[in-house]
């Protein structure tokens, strides 16, 4: 009998963590330039930048302009903990590192993951039904979809949300018999906790990358529940997916 995969997007069919990373890298370079013997050290300044990021995940959500807001913000932040005036430049400066998270180019570099490609065609194969549910920026999530080429396997069963939670994923499951439909992320809290609420079955493959992601209270014990380490174990153990 054919199933139904609601797949996730980021850190699950293609790397997004990386560029993240990446931003935050060159943001710390021109800390260390800026301010000289005067610049925190890196782990201070990182864990400045993640808490001042996750407290605007809550008036912001995932929208684009939270995380350059985010490095602007831990760059005013420095400045008054150091009794220095925050410049426009200076401000606009750690905006646009905030902005490198969003290179195409590094999108279509990295393409998709290791076996993504292999076990989609597979399910297709297999004649299931396919959905991609994420959650971000509407304008970057459009992007990435396109530059990774993912909607040729999606057609129109493609939706961007701004937030994952039981609600938004029994309207994508509708009146399908929630036995036969299978979410798959890679996240407790954004993927795991939403799929189990709403009484569907889920495929856990751990990649969470943020500390946004990390605040959960681990793996729940669930009938519901498969762990796979990689995305291909989906192909290679489909018989244990009923």
């Given amino acids: 009998m054919e199933k139904t995969f609601i797949f996730d997007y980021d850190d699950l069919l293609a790397p997004n963590e990386f560029t993240y990373s990446l931003a935050q890298l ?8 800026e301010f000289e013997m005067k610049a925190p050290d890196i782990p201070t300044l990182m864990n400045l ?26 760059y005013r932040t420095i400045c008054n903990s150091r009794d220095i005036k925050p410049s426009e ?9 905030g902005m490198l998270a969003f290179d195409e180019s590094l999108w279509k570099e990295k393409g998709l993951v290791k076996g993504a490609k292999e076990t989609i ?11 991609l549910l994420t959650k971000g920026d509407l304008r970057v999530q459009e992007r990435k979809i396109e530059i990774t080429g993912v909607k040729k396997w999606f057609g129109e069963n493609i939706y961007i949300v701004s937030k994952k939670d039981e ?29 189990l609420k709403a009484g569907i079955r ?41």
């Fill in 167 to 195: 609600k938004i994923l029994l309207n994508c499951v509708g009146e399908r018999n929630k036995e036969r439909v299978w979410h798959i992320g890679n996240s407790i809290r954004s993927d795991v906790e939403p799929a």
């Fill in 89 to 97: 430049e200076g401000l606009n400066y750690a905006y646009q590192f």
């Fill in 49 to 74: 930048h993640v808490n001042i990021d996750k407290k605007f995940v809550e008036t912001m959500g995932f929208s684009r302009e939270r995380f350059p807001t985010s490095f602007k913000e831990t």
């Fill in 26 to 33: 060159e943001f710390a370079r021109w800390i260390l330039d």
């Fill in 121 to 131: 065609e597979f399910l297709v194969e297999q004649k299931d039904e396919l959905l």
């Fill in 202 to 242: 889920m495929i856990y493959i751990p990649c969470e990358t943020w500390a946004y992601e990390m605040e959960h209270k681990g793996v729940p014990e669930n009938k519901n529940l498969l762990t796979f380490s990689k995305i291909l174990e989906i192909k290679e153990k489909y018989s244990l997916i009923e």
